[in-house]
């Protein structure tokens, strides 16, 4: 009878467990999906809040503040109208939580410089030497520590299509790394459904410009 | 997931299995019951406006939703028992609520109070103009903004110049502002009083600041009612802050027909220290071969300037700061002189300069800081006159006084050492208290025509200041200065009060009064010491509204001038004035599209009596008028920037005093006003990278239009003869090559998303 009663009791926690990482699966699906589809502000608003709780309730998960940090910068560069800093110190808190959780992470170093980006836009002229760096900087960390993130050179590729020929920018410059981000996207491992996989088709759509 | 647990419970009914079915039922309960609550409400602020955008959350849980345009949110959760609900929004403190779930749906009606934020909470910006890339209320100009003011030539003071309240002085350097001559503008570095802001002039000839604009983080213009932690300016206060780290390591090149300078800039790996040094060499040879000047420079300006500084990050975020700065320079140059008709005035200048800042900001804990600096600075000038005939041989005249104190050799040395501590304390909310004391000692020491005079002086300063948060739209700003200075051993009490409330949206007002008191000018003490100190009043009311893209200001203010320094009939105190005026400052980035301006106009009225004036006069260096045009536009094809700066000032007044030897008063001999003061000012940057090197190319030019420009007449001893005060040149013309390695620019965003 012991045998049966143990064997039940570790039946049943382990049908918690998957219930509760069922759960944050499923949230976490159902929030990614929004965000893709994510149009309007409040849309990235209200993703980045269910996000945001996400984490907070789960304490030990850095994928839900990524997410939220995410939704705050998509947000920032989208609409017009957004109070840029307030959104980027947001995406900033969001990023230094989910970097406490998983230090050392390339995906969150690239979202340090997206955000560094979102601030140096208020004002480029004026900004540029204070924050250049910072994009600069985090792109750098994001590529040693993974350098086959396929992210990280759409990313590259996007600031250099905006950056004047001059400046060492330009289709011409911006080109390869689309290309070389898309080659990575093809042969990126699929960690699970949850993990960042954005910015094939940005990169695709980026690398049509280019022609 | 309830029928499937039920459904086991059933199979396994059993005796045996009692202890386990309990067992399970606890856990059906607790995790698999599923029935939905629903939450719903509204949030307001504390003035019972809807507040966007707020997220309301089941703690610990997923379930949430975030607030409509109408402050309106509704969700759903499944959990269940005794559990918080939490509220968070940017701007906002944070709110909890204990609620019981059960089955009923809850409403709730939340209010949120407003975080007081110094970024968002209302300033003073009563007399206040802040050039820097703080989010703050001040804040009308970026540091690039300095570089980029056409006309401006990257000089501080110069910039300051386009915005209100500053005279368009050419004759001299300094600032004049509101009636205040140029000696009642102060400036001051991270804290420390900046004895020879400006390189040594020649008269009737402007010089430049000694202080690159790219040193500063910050830069405070106060045209009046300044605060408490600042003295010794009647007038005006030029408050800069250094910048902490460089934002990388850099190496740096500057290559014009006038100037050459390199430099180094090291910012440790670890980036909690750097190092740097720079260099520079300036000679006018060549330039004013092309560009003719009129006076005849017998020794062509040349000056050497090299400046060091580490900065050190402290582990509890603080900094220590060293800056030095070097400087030698000469010139010498000839004009007519205007007491004959073939007799030469030949000035020469030799000048060293050496300055030294050390600061010491520190994190106290317990919401202490304190900021703290040391200063040393020593300045020699060597000037000379001497009267020449027509083949340049020194002459001598001893039966006429007006020519023989012409001939003069003056040697001149002010040193000046500065300690200074100002402890901060953060009380409630955003609320502060500061307090601190300043000491420094001023050596003068003047020999002229070999009679030596020694002037010192020991300062001492205690100051306290609080700012009070009432909220986000409440503030005052009450404080105090006590002064002592030994060499006319007299003290003084300064009280300081400003007010700013917000009247709505990115709108304010505010007001400053405020007492300050200058000590008399060297030249005075050299002829006694028996005098008191000069005093000024001011009141200031001011509105702004301000944006992302527009600011508006309109300032009226009051000053009244007491004790100023009369040398005539007898040196003393009897001296008096005022200034009102109306200032109007616009500046818009977005109406015009790529184009970005502004717009300064100030009023002045005023009056004085003192140094040798007959009675209340308007001084020399006031216009009645004044406004200013700034535009700066960014052609993004050609990467280039195309800066105009217009000018124009009303005439000023200018007088021949004569001296009527019975009563040793002054007479008013002849009086009038000079022509309208224009200029335009052009200055073009363009930037590009050239291999590893991010280069600029800044061309300018002054007064684009050659319009003729008198600043006040000289009058010869009898007062029959006037002559024209100009500028040396029309115009002033230059172009550079600026490099810089190290820096990479090239992700720089600049341009591709303006």
Redesign the interface.
Same mark, same amino acid.
């Given at each position: 009878?012991k045998t049966v009663?143990l064997s039940?009791?570790l039946l049943?926690s382990t049908l918690?467990l998957f219930?509760q990482s069922d759960?944050f699966q499923k949230?976490m699906e159902a929030n990614i999906a929004l965000l893709d589809s994510a149009k309007s502000p /409040?849309d990235f608003?209200?993703v980045a809040?269910?996000f945001?709780?996400?984490g907070?309730?789960e304490k030990t998960q850095w994928l839900p503040y990524y997410y939220a940090a995410l939704a705050n910068i998509w947000k920032g560069f989208t609409d017009a109208k957004a109070n840029k /800093?307030?959104v980027a /110190?947001?995406a900033d808190a969001l990023i230094a939580k989910a970097e406490a959780i998983a230090p050392k992470n390339s995906e969150i170093a690239l979202e340090k410089s997206m955000a560094a980006?979102l601030h140096?836009?208020? /004002?480029?002229?004026?900004?540029?030497?204070?924050y250049?760096?910072v994009? @600069?900087s985090s792109?750098e960390t994001a590529k040693q520590l993974d350098v086959n993130n396929p992210r990280i050179y759409y990313w590259e590729g996007q @600031?250099?299509?905006?950056?004047?020929t001059?400046?060492?920018?330009g289709k011409d410059k911006a080109k390869p790394l689309f290309e070389k981000s898309l080659a990575l996207y093809k042969t990126a491992k699929h960690v699970s459904s949850i993990y960042p996989a954005w910015g094939e088709k940005s990169a695709q759509a980026m690398l049509e410009r280019c022609k | 997931?309830v029928y499937k647990i039920n459904y086991i419970t059933f199979v396994l009914k059993s005796k045996?299995m009692k202890?386990?079915l309990f067992?399970?039922t606890i856990?059906s309960i607790s995790?698999?019951l599923v029935a939905q609550v629903r939450i719903s409400g509204s949030v307001r602020d504390n003035r019972n406006r809807p507040v966007y955008?707020v !997220?309301i959350?089941v703690?610990?849980?997923?379930?949430?939703?975030?607030s409509?345009s109408s402050g309106n949110f509704s969700f759903r959760t499944t959990e269940k028992g005794e559990q918080t609900i !939490?509220v968070t929004s940017?701007?906002f403190n944070s709110f909890e609520q204990k609620v019981t779930l059960a089955t009923e749906s809850i409403t709730l009606s939340i209010v949120l109070k407003e975080k007081l934020d110094e970024l968002k909470a209302v300033m003073v910006t009563a007399g206040t103009f802040e050039a820097g890339?703080k989010?703050r209320a001040a804040t009308v100009l970026?540091?690039?903004?300095i570089y980029t003011t056409g006309g401006a030539n990257a000089d501080i003071s110069a910039t300051v110049k386009t915005l209100p309240g500053a005279q368009q002085v050419g004759e001299q350097e300094g600032l004049f502002v509101r009636g205040g001559a140029g000696y009642e503008t102060k400036q001051f570095i991270d804290g420390t009083l900046v004895n020879n802001p400006y390189f040594t002039s020649t008269p009737d000839i402007a010089s430049r600041g000694r202080f690159s604009p790219a040193l500063f983080k910050g830069t405070v213009f106060s045209t009046g009612g300044y605060s408490a932690l600042y003295g010794q300016a009647l007038s005006s206060a030029l408050i800069m802050e250094s910048i902490d780290l460089p934002?990388?390591t850099a190496a740096n090149a500057s290559i014009s027909p006038i100037f050459l300078g390199a430099g180094y800039q090291e910012l440790a790996k670890d980036k909690k220290s750097s190092w740097g040094v720079n260099y520079g060499y300036t000679n006018l040879v060549a330039y004013f071969k092309v560009v003719k000047q009129t006076p005849d420079y017998f020794k062509m300006p040349q000056f050497h300037s090299g400046d060091a500084n580490f900065r050190i990050k402290t582990k509890r975020g603080g900094f220590i700061k060293y800056y030095t700065t070097f400087a030698a320079g000469k010139l010498g140059l000839r004009r007519g002189d205007i007491d004959s008709s073939y007799i030469k005035d030949a000035f020469g200048i030799d000048n060293i300069n050496w300055y030294n800042n050390v600061s010491y900001k520190e994190n106290l804990g317990k919401g202490w800081k304190l900021n703290s600096g040391l200063s040393y600075s020593t300045n020699l000038d060597d000037l000379t006159n001497q009267l020449q005939d027509e083949n340049n041989q020194p002459k001598t005249f001893i039966n006429a006084p007006w020519m023989s104190d012409k001939n003069f050799v003056l040697k001149s040395r002010q040193d000046l050492s500065q300690i200074r501590a100002v402890f901060e304390k953060r009380l409630k909310g955003i609320s502060t208290v500061r307090f601190g004391s300043e000491y420094m000692f001023a050596y003068n020491k003047n020999t002229y025509n070999g009679l030596t005079a020694v002037l010192k002086d020991h300062y001492n300063a205690a100051f306290a200041e609080t700012d009070i948060y009432l909220t986000n739209n409440v503030a005052a700003k009450l404080g105090t200065r006590v002064e002592y200075s030994s060499i006319i051993d007299k003290a003084s009490i300064a009280p300081r009060l400003s007010l700013a409330y917000k009247t709505g949206k990115d709108a304010q007002v505010s007001l400053a009064y405020g007492t300050f008191y200058q000590k008399p000018e060297n030249m005075q003490l050299l002829q006694t010491t028996n005098l008191g100190y000069t005093k000024a009043i001011h009141y200031i009311v001011n509105y702004q509204k301000m944006n992302?893209y527009y600011t508006f200001r309109i300032e009226a203010f009051y000053k009244k001038y007491e004790d100023l320094v009369k040398t005539a009939p007898v040196i003393d105190n009897s001296g008096e004035g005022y200034a009102k005026g109306i200032e109007v400052f616009l500046r818009d980035k977005k109406t015009i599209k790529n184009l970005d301006y502004w717009v300064s106009y100030s009023y002045l009225d005023t009056k004085r009596d003192y140094l040798n004036y007959p009675g209340k006069l308007k001084p020399n260096f006031a216009a009645d008028h004044t406004v200013s045009l700034v535009t700066k536009r960014?052609v993004?094809k050609i $990467?280039t920037g195309f800066n105009f700066t217009y000018s124009y000032a009303t005439g000023r007044p200018y007088y021949n005093f004569q001296k009527n030897n019975g009563t040793g008063k002054y007479i008013v001999a002849d009086e009038g006003k000079t022509m309208d003061f224009h200029n335009l000012g052009f200055s073009m940057n363009y930037?590009?990278?050239v291999k590893s090197a991010y280069a600029v190319v800044v061309a300018s030019v002054t007064n684009v239009l050659n319009s003729s420009q008198v600043y006040g007449y000289n009058y010869s001893y009898n007062g029959l003869r006037k002559e024209a005060i100009t500028p040396p040149a029309k115009q002033f013309f230059f172009v550079g090559l600026f490099l810089s390695w190290g820096?990479?620019?090239?992700?720089?965003?600049? $341009?591709? $998303?303006?």
């Open positions: 009878m009663f039940f009791t049943l918690c219930a759960r949230g /409040d608003t209200t809040a269910a945001e709780r996400i907070d309730a /800093d307030d /110190d947001k980006t140096m836009l208020v /004002d480029p002229q004026a900004r540029w030497q204070q250049g760096s994009v @600069n792109m @600031n250099l299509f905006g950056t004047p001059q400046f060492g920018g | 997931m045996l202890k386990l067992f399970l856990i995790n698999f955008g !997220s959350s703690k610990d849980s997923y379930d949430g939703s975030t409509d !939490s940017i701007g890339d989010k970026s540091t690039l903004d934002d990388q992302q960014w993004t $990467n930037v590009r990278q820096v990479d620019r090239t992700q720089d965003v600049i $341009n591709g $998303n303006l």
